[in-house]
């Protein structure tokens, strides 16, 4: 379970600030990459450890909830459900403090076949070290880091993907890396300590690309859907989509979907039975997932698509309120006006001035 909070500046040795109210997600680095794989389409099982807690249970429910196969994840009495507090500043960076928890009690017995293999360090080194040997294809997150000769030794086995930070990437070559620069320059000395392919990411440098997609991601998925395949952020165009890794993770085709459904039933009005019987879900499984991802309800969003089209119709038409209102499923233009005033402070005649 991650317990977030944001604060100004991440605070030093034995200093202290005051940050955001703390937000509790289901997450952890090897149920956040299940999610975003198994929103990318693929079939995902998640292997791992719980304790027989409510955050265990929370867990469990949210990678069900995203189709994903739990059935060799153990639920441990005696054993907590793993944490990590992470505390993140105005520019991005992050500091992450792990207590694992049930956690340190995965065991190999529980690692079964798999074209490929994600995994982190979070687990037991000597399971690390046993799925690198047996798999066919393992994506290694090493973190967190380990003892420098352990994650030496580790990447000097001949991982397939090597998935690293900064720091971690330092425990590894002996040397800092900092920047674009020292990652690039670490990703190629990591292929020649042993790893076949490497990545580093480097923290806060690329965290405005994952800031601007969120925002156009409020207004509309479809849209950073599409900004995110566009984006260019190196000299290689098809790396791109890899850089943007909260995109990907929240990039949830349902709700691209029922975006275009609603885009197309403006003037009907807002049906949530209609929605989710013509987008194949329930209506829970739809609100849920709205508001993971949105942070607001399918009729909010629905509204504020009604105000987005009634905005650009009054910029760029000569029809009247009332037709407008019409177009966008409100009877009278009266309603019409008393929306854009309360949503946006501003009048019809205002809107259309700013043309």
Request: charged share 20%; glycine share 8%.
């Amino acid at each position: 379970m991650d317990i977030s909070v944001t604060v100004p500046r991440l605070p030093g040795p034995g200093s202290t600030v005051l940050g955001s109210a703390a937000r509790f997600t289901p997450g952890g680095k090897g149920a956040n990459q299940a999610v975003a794989a198994a929103r990318l389409g693929a079939s995902v099982a998640m292997v791992g450890c719980v304790g027989r807690d409510d955050f265990g249970q929370q867990l469990l429910k949210a990678l069900t909830d995203e189709g994903i196969d739990t059935a060799a994840v153990a639920v441990l009495d005696g054993a907590p459900t793993g944490l990590a507090m992470i505390t993140v500043d105005a520019g991005g960076e992050n500091i992450i403090t792990v207590a694992p928890g049930a956690n340190r009690e995965v065991s190999h017995a529980q690692v079964g076949a798999a074209d490929v293999l994600v995994i982190s360090a979070e687990i037991p080194l000597d399971v690390v070290r046993q799925a690198l040997r047996q798999q066919h294809v393992v994506v290694l997150n090493l973190a967190p880091a380990p003892p420098a000769a352990d994650a030496v030794a580790i990447v000097a086995a001949g991982v397939d993907w090597l998935v690293v930070n900064e720091t971690e990437a330092a425990a590894v070559l002996g040397t800092p890396v900092h920047g674009l620069d020292g990652a690039r320059a670490a990703a190629t000395a990591l292929v020649a300590a042993g790893a076949r392919n490497a990545v580093v990411t480097a923290g806060a440098a690329l965290s405005h690309l994952d800031l601007a997609l969120a925002l156009i991601r409020r207004a509309s998925p479809e849209l950073a859907n599409v900004t995110a395949r566009y984006l260019v952020v190196d000299e290689r165009t098809s790396q791109s989509i890899y850089s943007i890794p909260d995109h990907l993770a929240k990039a949830d085709p349902l709700i691209r979907q029922f975006e275009r459904w609603a885009r197309g039933h403006l003037a009907e009005g807002f049906s949530l039975d209609q929605a989710a019987k013509a987008l194949a879900t329930s209506k829970r499984t739809l609100a849920r997932r709205m508001q993971s991802v949105l942070g607001k309800s399918p009729l909010a969003f629905f509204q504020d698509l009604r105000i987005e089209r009634a905005v650009h119709l009054l910029r760029t038409s000569q029809a009247s309120v009332d037709q407008i209102g019409a177009e966008v499923g409100y009877a009278e233009g009266v309603t019409l006006r008393t929306l854009l005033r309360r949503k946006l402070g501003r009048s019809v005649r205002d809107i259309r001035r700013s043309q």
